[in-house]
Every structure is written in structure tokens, then in C-alpha cells.
């Protein structure tokens, strides 16, 4: 099992008009890079992609699920380019994007129940796939209400159920902790621990715990680069041994400023 992101690139490009005394002005181009010549390869294991608002971490995971398309470069799953796998693609890969509109007035079993459609899950698999996914997210008692009387870690969790559906063994997870409390967030780490000896799984997320002791390596990207790659330990010999990855983060980010 091997996921092989190849030079990826990607500027998005936005007009915009700005406002002066004058009035409006004319509309600008405005050309934004978010990735800049991204390679690395990632085998079985749970992988932390840590950054800090804007370096790119949504970008790459939108570019590896196949929904963004990038400037240069190529994903490759075993050595096939994703775009060409088509949607056999879609049985490997489980996705929880950062901010997605929930469908309010599904319950969480129509909703899961959609996302199986989506993802060709057979009718037979359907109902014991989506009990599944459910219970792993401590939902099950959940799923006849609508979504919009979820709370915001309901929300956040069933999104995490429907990346699960269909056993994927490619799990891209963009800010999966967001929202949660202390106790769902430990039981996500424990599972995406348990869930990586047999899947390759990468998790954005600004927080450092959800993959500080967990994560078998970490990714740091920098305004469109990635500037490191290494296990906990690898990366506190290489910054001068330090104590955390907070501390290394603070190292390579800068101190915060004071209050
Ligand atoms: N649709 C878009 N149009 C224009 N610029 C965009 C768009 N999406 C992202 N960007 C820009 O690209 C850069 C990378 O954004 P991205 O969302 O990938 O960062 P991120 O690392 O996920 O940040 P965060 O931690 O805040 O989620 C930012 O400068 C952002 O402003
Ligand atoms: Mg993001």
C-alpha cells in the first residue's frame, strides 16, 4: 500500500476589486500559491500534517481526495495515478473535509445512508455498514434525529462515521478533532491508532496531543512547502532536542506574542 504525492503545485487565482477614496477600482488578479513542489510518499501508518491557517494542509487534502485539481504534480495510489483510477478510487479513499454544509433536514442514518449511495456500498452492506460506522463514532442512538439538532461534535463526528463507511484504506482527515470533547477525542485517537496497521491514514489538525504520541510520522508544511517529515523522536533530535512538538512547532513558527 503506497500513497506517492509527485511535485505538486497549485496557485488559485481570484479577482478582486479594491476600494479606494475614489470608489471602487478596477478588478485585480490576484494570484495565490498554495503548494509549492510537494513530494512524499506515505506506506501503512498514521501520519500528522501540522501547519499552521493558510500553509496548504486543506489544499493537499482536497488535491488528494480528487476533488481539487492541481496545477502540476500527480497523487498516485500503488503507482496509479488517481484521476485515472476513476472511481475505484472511491471504495479506497474515506474523506472528512474540513467544512462541509451538512444536509439539516437528513437524520444522520439518511444522511449515512446517502453517502453509501455515493460510495456504490451495496444495498445488502448498507444497513450493517452504517450501524458500524455509527457505533465507532459513538452515535448509534443518534442516528433517527435530524442534523440540525446535532450538536457541533455530533456534526463533526458523523462526518467522521460516513469518511469510514466502506472500510477505506486510504483515510484523509482534515481537522477531524475540531468540536470535540476531551473523551471523543481520545477515543479517536485510540481508534485511528488501531484503524492505521492496516490503512495509510493523514490527519490535519492544530492540535499537537491528537497525534503527538500516536502519529508514526509527522509533516510540517510552511507556506506551500513541506518543510519537515519525521517520527516524534527523529524530530526532536533534529530540533535540538526538543521537549515537544509544540516546542518544535513554536521553533519553526515563531514564539507567540505576548499579552
Ligand atoms: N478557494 C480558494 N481561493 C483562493 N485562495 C484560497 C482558496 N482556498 C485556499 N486559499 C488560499 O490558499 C492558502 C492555503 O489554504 P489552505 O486552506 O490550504 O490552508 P490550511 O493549511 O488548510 O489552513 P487552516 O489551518 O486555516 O485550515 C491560503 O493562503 C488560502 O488563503
Ligand atoms: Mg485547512
Given at each position: 500500500?503506497?500513497?506517492?504525492?509527485?511535485?505538486?503545485?497549485?496557485?488559485?487565482?481570484?479577482?478582486?476589486?479594491?476600494?479606494?477614496?475614489?470608489?471602487?477600482?478596477?478588478?485585480?488578479?490576484?494570484?495565490?500559491?498554495?503548494?509549492?513542489?510537494?513530494?512524499?510518499?506515505?506506506?501503512?501508518?498514521?501520519?500528522?500534517?501540522?501547519?499552521?491557517?493558510?500553509?496548504?494542509?486543506?489544499?493537499?487534502?482536497?488535491?488528494?481526495?480528487?476533488?481539487?485539481?492541481?496545477?502540476?504534480?500527480?497523487?498516485?495510489?500503488?503507482?496509479?495515478?488517481?484521476?485515472?483510477?476513476?472511481?475505484?478510487?472511491?471504495?479506497?479513499?474515506?474523506?472528512?473535509?474540513?467544512?462541509?454544509?451538512?444536509?439539516?433536514?437528513?437524520?444522520?442514518?439518511?444522511?449515512?445512508?446517502?453517502?453509501?449511495?455515493?460510495?456504490?456500498?451495496?444495498?445488502?452492506?448498507?444497513?450493517?455498514?452504517?450501524?458500524?460506522?455509527?457505533?465507532?463514532?459513538?452515535?448509534?442512538?443518534?442516528?433517527?434525529?435530524?442534523?440540525?439538532?446535532?450538536?457541533?461534535?455530533?456534526?463533526?463526528?458523523?462526518?467522521?462515521?460516513?469518511?469510514?463507511?466502506?472500510?477505506?484504506?486510504?483515510?484523509?482527515?482534515?481537522?477531524?478533532?475540531?468540536?470535540?470533547?476531551?473523551?471523543?477525542?481520545?477515543?479517536?485517537?485510540?481508534?485511528?491508532?488501531?484503524?492505521?496497521?492496516?490503512?495509510?491514514?493523514l490527519v490535519a489538525t492544530h492540535v499537537v496531543s491528537d497525534v503527538e504520541t500516536v502519529a508514526d510520522e509527522i509533516l510540517v508544511l510552511k507556506e506551500g512547502h513541506l518543510v519537515?517529515?519525521?517520527?516524534?523522536?527523529?524530530?526532536?533530535?533534529?530540533?535540538?532536542?526538543?521537549?515537544?512538538?509544540e516546542a518544535i512547532y513554536l521553533q519553526l513558527f515563531g514564539e507567540p506574542v505576548d499579552v
Amino acid at each position: 500500500m503506497e500513497l506517492t504525492i509527485s511535485n505538486l503545485n497549485k496557485v488559485y487565482i481570484r479577482r478582486e476589486r479594491k476600494m479606494s477614496i475614489k470608489g471602487i477600482g478596477r478588478p485585480e488578479i490576484i494570484k495565490k500559491s498554495a503548494l509549492e513542489d510537494v513530494s512524499f510518499t506515505l506506506s501503512e501508518g498514521l501520519y500528522g500534517l501540522l501547519g499552521p491557517n493558510g500553509a496548504g494542509k486543506s489544499t493537499l487534502m482536497k488535491i488528494v481526495a480528487g476533488i481539487l485539481r492541481p496545477d502540476a504534480g500527480k497523487v498516485l495510489w500503488n503507482g496509479h495515478e488517481i484521476l485515472k483510477l476513476g472511481k475505484n478510487y472511491r471504495r479506497i479513499l474515506g474523506f472528512m473535509p474540513q467544512q462541509q454544509g451538512l444536509y439539516s433536514g437528513f437524520t444522520g442514518r439518511r444522511f449515512l445512508d446517502y453517502m453509501c449511495v455515493l460510495k456504490e456500498i451495496t444495498s445488502e452492506e448498507t444497513k450493517s455498514e452504517i450501524n458500524r460506522v455509527a457505533d465507532q463514532v459513538h452515535l448509534l442512538p443518534e442516528l433517527g434525529k435530524r442534523l440540525e439538532n446535532y450538536s457541533g461534535g455530533m456534526k463533526q463526528r458523523i462526518l467522521l462515521a460516513s469518511a469510514l463507511l466502506g472500510d477505506p484504506k486510504l483515510l484523509i482527515l482534515d481537522e477531524p478533532t475540531a468540536g470535540l470533547d476531551p473523551r471523543e477525542r481520545v477515543s479517536l485517537r485510540l481508534q485511528l491508532k488501531e484503524l492505521s496497521k492496516d490503512r495509510i491514514i493523514l490527519v490535519a489538525t492544530h492540535v499537537v496531543s491528537d497525534v503527538e504520541t500516536v502519529a508514526d510520522e509527522i509533516l510540517v508544511l510552511k507556506e506551500g512547502h513541506l518543510v519537515e517529515r519525521g517520527s516524534v523522536d527523529e524530530l526532536k533530535e533534529r530540533f535540538h532536542h526538543a521537549s515537544s512538538i509544540e516546542a518544535i512547532y513554536l521553533q519553526l513558527f515563531g514564539e507567540p506574542v505576548d499579552v
